[in-house]
């Protein structure tokens, strides 16, 4: 039997689809969201590992070196707050894309003030790993958080896993009779850069300056061998880490703050600066994904 429409149940006002949307609702809204948004933040954009490819355009760049391939790691904070098998994650990209030559730009680890100790291990950890990669030709530089937990340490600790460290020097890289120069200098922010024994004097050949932070940039650009470098890499800035629409990035550290993340022009110079591996503060990235950057050079 039917039910005659006089005797249908009639929908209340709430049922009917018309349902107050309530502070309450509001709150428990923006609670799930931003909930979503730490947890994809911390747990998957943080390990989104992302491999830029550019190619660097030189000037007078020898011909053994067209084509030539540069890996630049950096910012890898082992232990605080990047995992084991995250770096070895990074190390297994860097073999398989197999690069003429790895540079590292400072910063194994954190400098943690309350847990020395535990900074040291990491860093020495971090350091060993590393060995992991099979590219022959490798240095590295210190970061600040190098030099916070202590310079000799660090620098034996990368010696004795074959990573050179470029303390104020530079070194020729050479190829069928060919060279580049590769320089480093000391952490600007901690420690003592002496650009005059970073750059040398006479190269003969294009010099490519690996320095922690990009903002040094303005510095470098002011000393009298300015002239003589092509491309600096940077890191330290890790991008902002967290970088929000219309906003930008929030997390940026001291000299990291004016050149956060790619490309920047200076007359002659090209600065690169990498987004890094890890983080430091929060373990969270937010439309900033962690790099391995890889170069490769052509005549300009």
């Not at 003429?100 to 680890?109: A, K, S």
């Not at 650009?195 to 004097?201: C, G, T």
């Not at 591996?277 to 050079?297: A, D, I």
């Amino acid at each position: 039997m039917g039910i005659a429409l006089h005797e249908m149940p009639q929908a209340t006002g709430e049922a009917a689809g018309s349902r107050r949307f309530t502070r309450r609702d509001f709150l428990a809204g923006a609670a799930a969201i931003s909930t979503g948004l730490i947890l994809d933040a911390g747990m998957i954009a943080r390990h989104d590992l992302d491999i830029s490819q550019h190619t660097l355009a030189i000037r007078n760049l020898p011909q053994a070196f067209h084509g030539f391939r540069i890996l630049q790691i950096s910012d890898i904070h082992l232990e605080s707050f990047t995992e084991h098998y995250f770096l070895d994650l990074a190390i297994y990209h860097i073999n398989r894309i197999a690069p003429d030559l790895v540079v590292h730009t400072g910063d194994l680890t954190t400098s943690l003030s309350a847990a020395p100790n535990f900074s040291r291990r990491a860093a020495a950890h971090c350091a060993e790993l590393l060995q992991g990669i099979r590219c022959p030709q490798r240095y590295s530089i210190l970061g600040n958080h190098d030099t916070n937990i202590g310079s000799p340490l660090v620098i034996d600790a990368l010696n004795a896993s074959a990573f050179p460290t470029l303390y104020n020097s530079h070194v020729p890289i050479e190829r069928n009779g060919e060279r580049i120069w590769l320089c480093g200098v000391d952490d600007p922010g901690t420690s003592n850069p002496i650009l005059d024994l970073a750059i040398p004097r006479n190269p003969d050949g294009p010099v490519i300056l690996l320095c922690h932070p990009p903002d040094f940039a303005d510095e470098v650009m002011r000393h009298p061998r300015s002239p003589l470098i092509d491309v600096m890499l940077a890191g330290h800035s890790h991008g902002g880490q967290v970088c929000l629409p219309f906003v930008g990035p929030l997390i940026l550290p001291p000299m990291g703050s004016k050149y956060v993340s790619g490309f920047f022009r200076f007359r002659q110079m090209q600065l690169y600066v990498s987004r890094g591996v890890g983080t430091t503060g929060l373990p969270f990235r937010l439309n900033c994904p962690p790099e391995l950057t890889v170069f490769t050079l052509q005549p300009a």
